[in-house]
């Protein structure tokens, strides 16, 4: 099957670093070539983690401004915020009562949220992603671009297509395949390559915040961690050496080369002399990123009119979505 029409989200958290541009945004930006694309900023998901309301608001405005500092097009794709279009919520009420326990009690990630006191779990965390499905088949998506963590909700999300259908004897909502995009870019962290990049990591020096300026990017990559050997002049020389393995792997991705091709050109060279280079790449790319965040940050009312609109636009593609299911499930209407 042939990808028409993408959808894919990113919960408004702050702090987006190189490993959410590279792993998603990036991608996203070269899929609004090949496809129609609608891009969310997941609000409602947020929520089943207890958030400041405040602090909500402005991690949703500056992923928002994450996304088109990128390179998203709101006006030929469709960016908005996902509490917006009331319809995804109530599709994911349909699905709740469509899923199995069982189904979500397999999911991986609700484990690891969740932990080891479930009786204090928010349900809102354990039905997390039926909401994904709803996100999904409420524009009736056929390709959902995920890393590798995601993968088993999307997969969840065709069952719950397929169980609805066959629930219904309809053959209305498609199967959506998962693009894994940038399998080679997992981004590690600065100070251990055998660990992702994360917010959450004590150390700032640990990652490459989108709104880092020229300075502090190449201070952190002249003190990220590194080995004693030179660099290796093919690829499986990267082989037990993560950290190595990381900054080549960040250098492919921003250069939008083969890991290979970067192997080659800085094979047996030192560290010090490739980290130059780094620096250099990295400040060309983010550096416009970072400069265009901070316009949008000090011009909130623009941000928050693309994401209006984006939810009008939305909305036109969701409501007959939810109208036919509600005529599927047997809602009564008037004239119904
Ligand atoms: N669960 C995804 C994440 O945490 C975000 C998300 C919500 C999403 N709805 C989606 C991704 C729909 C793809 C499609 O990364």
């Not at 590279?22 to 998901?45: F, P, R, T």
């Not at 405005?61 to 960016?79: M, Q, T």
């Not at 199967?175 to 997992?186: D, H, Q, S, V």
């Not at 290979?260 to 010090?272: N, W």
Request: aromatic share 6%; net charge neutral; hydrophobic share 40%.
């Amino acid at each position: 099957m042939s990808v028409s029409l993408i959808f894919s989200g990113m919960q408004p958290t702050g702090n987006l670093h190189l490993g959410n541009y590279l792993g998603a945004l990036k991608n996203w930006v070269k899929l609004q070539d090949k496809a129609s694309c609608i891009y969310c900023v997941v609000d409602l998901h947020a929520i089943t983690q207890p958030q400041d309301p405040k602090e909500l608001r402005a991690a949703t405005r500056e992923v928002a401004a994450a996304y088109l500092a990128a390179g998203i097009d709101a006006d030929k794709h469709i960016l908005f915020n996902q509490s917006r279009v009331r319809a995804h919520a109530e599709l994911a009420w349909i699905f709740n009562c469509v899923a199995r326990i069982g189904w979500l009690n397999r999911m991986t990630q609700f484990k690891d949220k969740a932990g080891k006191n479930r009786d204090n779990v928010l349900v809102g965390l354990f039905a997390y992603p039926v909401l994904m499905a709803a996100d999904i088949l409420l524009y009736h998506a056929n390709g959902v671009p995920v890393g590798e963590d995601q993968k088993q909700h999307v997969e969840l999300t065709r069952d719950i297509a397929q169980a609805f259908n066959s629930m219904f004897k309809v053959d209305f909502f498609p199967l959506p395949e998962p693009m894994i995009l940038g399998e080679a870019t997992r981004v590690m962290s600065l100070r251990d390559g055998t660990k992702k990049m994360s917010k959450s990591d004590a150390s700032d020096y640990s990652r490459i915040n989108l709104t880092d300026d020229a300075d502090t990017i190449a201070l952190k990559i002249q003190k990220a961690k590194t080995d004693p050997e030179p660099l290796p002049d093919h690829e499986d020389g990267l082989e037990g050496r993560p950290e190595a393995e990381n900054l080549i792997t960040i250098y492919a991705a921003l250069a939008d080369r083969l890991k290979g091709d970067v192997v080659r050109q800085f094979g047996g060279q030192s560290f010090s002399h490739f980290k130059k280079e780094l620096v250099d790449l990295a400040v060309s790319v983010l550096g416009p990123i970072n400069a265009e965040m901070r316009r949008l940050a000090a011009d909130p009312g623009h941000v928050d009119s693309v994401l209006r609109r984006g939810g009008e636009r939305a909305a036109v593609i969701a409501e007959p979505i939810l109208k036919k299911t509600h005529e599927i499930v047997g809602f009564l209407k008037d004239g119904g």
